[in-house]
């Protein structure tokens, strides 16, 4: 049901974001964290992984800035690459409490700077136990029809960057 659920979650977005939910493309990775899912929800429901990339990631980001808002929908972030020649800049969309899920939209760079028309970045905690969760990220993407043939893709790579840092961050306060 909860599938279900996202499913249609990510069609009514892409109709939102003027894109054919047919032409939009997935990418998911899970990891398993030892820690409680409202401890790594509390992390990732606001600034708190921004405040963590921007410490611990230092080899993939230059900096981090808030543009916009206190962490809540509607803010607007920043991210600049090692050694500062690209960034990514981000809207946090979503933020639902129930479902333990944070959704951002991406406005420039990363895959929108080479042939993207819209990037979509989830992030849904999921409780397994009492003392353990499932971080599960999802990028779609919807690629412009003249960069077909290039097939550009987001960089998941970073991603998995941080949703590491993130773990070893929650595993160790707990």
């Not at 049901?1 to 892409?14: P, T």
């Not at 030892?34 to 992390?43: F, Y």
């Not at 406005?107 to 700077?113: I, T, V």
């Not at 412009?144 to 998941?156: G, L, R, V």
Request: charged share 25%; with cysteine; aromatic share 8%.
């Amino acid at each position: 049901m909860l599938k279900q659920f996202s499913l249609v979650f990510f069609v009514l977005l892409a109709c939102y974001n003027g894109v054919n939910s047919r032409e939009l493309k997935h990418i998911t990775k899970e990891l398993e964290v030892n820690a409680p899912a409202s401890e790594a929800w509390e992390l990732y429901r606001n600034l708190g992984l921004i405040n963590l990339i921007d410490r611990k990631l230092t080899n993939i980001f230059q900096s981090t800035e808030v543009l916009k808002g206190d962490g809540g929908v509607g803010t607007v972030v920043k991210l600049t690459f090692v050694p500062g020649n690209s960034s990514y800049t981000e809207k946090f969309t979503v933020i639902d409490d129930q479902r333990r899920v944070k959704e951002t939209k991406g406005l420039e760079g990363d895959c929108l700077a080479i042939g993207c028309s819209v990037q979509i970045l989830e992030y849904e905690i999921i409780e397994k136990s009492q003392n353990s969760s499932i971080i599960k990220s999802t990028i779609s993407y919807a690629v412009k029809e003249e960069f077909q043939a290039k097939d550009p893709k987001p960089s998941i790579q970073v991603v998995e960057a941080i949703v590491q840092i993130s773990k070893k961050f929650l595993e160790r306060n707990n």
